[in-house]
């Protein structure tokens, strides 16, 4: 029966990569705990061999010359009736048959086992998602949630990990069957092996999600030849993400855009039409905020402080500069971290 047991765990690291040695200590516990049940409480050890591929259960009493806690100690005379070598003080093992438990014992011992699987199982997961941290997956809808709306994916890392409604693009329908990207925020090491559901914070809304799209998708990101500076966005309808070219030679705009927009269309079609503005990053803070309120045009940039700036634009342009409910200017505050202030000049006829 132990070699059996020894088999069926050297499979076990195999198959699912839980270590033999951990599956041991959850076996320990295991027996440790029917003996508790079986035993009423007398204190037990349990003896691994794992080159013999031997366990063994035993009861353990200390020999005193006059018993108190008949649980916990035994008499010299009856210590001595099962080996003249005891004396007083030493402890008296006396091997337990297993095999003996009742079915109560019996199934204490398999529930810490099966819950030590399931544990070992959750933290090999978890150590997955930490290495997939902040990067972009793919996920294929396995469940949703007609109510609520919240679906559950298949990583290929773990089934059944919750996107929550709040995580999705608005206005996106994901149905079971659809195949998406996804942004790991946060691994959670705490979440119980019972609920895997909540293993991983995922997301389609971090701004994180954007920027790692674009270093995976432009092949000039991924070379490090542009960088990404800076992203900011509102999910499901607007984002603008600043780059630099390291080289004087490649356009760092054009690269993320593609000929005739074909990279970054791509990119906005597969996050339910967002619209994406591509822009020119500069040291210079005028530069800087005069590109982040594209798509209009801008005449001048005052800074009033350190962080504060008056920009203006001709009339025909300050509904396009400040946009729909002021997203485009508070799109670009939140890019190039200044206060914006946009104001209008009459042209001079």
Known sequence: MNAELFEALEALEKIKGIPVEYM???????????CRKELGG????????????DIRVYKCRTVVEEVEDPKSEISLEAAQAISRRYELGMTV??????????????????QVIVQGIREAEKNNIAREYDKK????????VSKRDDVTGDVWVDTGASEGVLLPKSEQIPGEDLAVGDRVRVFVTEVNHAASPDDPATIANLSRIAP????????????????????VKGVAREAGSRT????????????AVG??????????????????????DVIQYSEKPEEYIAAALSPASVIDVEFDGERCATVHVAGDQLSLAIG??????????????????????????
Do not use: W
């Open 24 to 34: 041991l200590e959850k076996v320990e516990a295991a027996l440790l705990s029917a």
């Open 42 to 53: 007398i204190p037990c050890r349990v003896e691994i061999d794992r080159e013999k591929k």
């Open 93 to 110: 093992d006396e091997e337990v048959k297993t095999k003996n438990f009742g079915r109560i014992s019996a199934q204490t011992a398999k």
């Open 133 to 140: 941290r902040e990067e972009v997956i793919s996920a294929l």
């Open 208 to 227: 994180g999600m954007i920027k790692r799209i674009f270093e995976t998708d432009i092949p000039e990101i991924a070379d490090g030849t542009v960088l």
């Open 240 to 251: 603008k993400i600043a780059v630099l070219s390291r080289d004087p030679a490649v356009d």
């Open 255 to 276: 690269a993320c855009i593609g000929n005739r927009a074909i990279r970054s269309s791509a990119i906005s079609e597969e996050l339910h039409g967002e619209k994406i």
């Open 324 to 349: 729909k409910e002021g997203q485009n200017v508070r799109l670009a505050a939140k890019l190039t971290g200044c206060k914006i202030d946009i104001k209008g000049i009459k042209s001079q006829n």
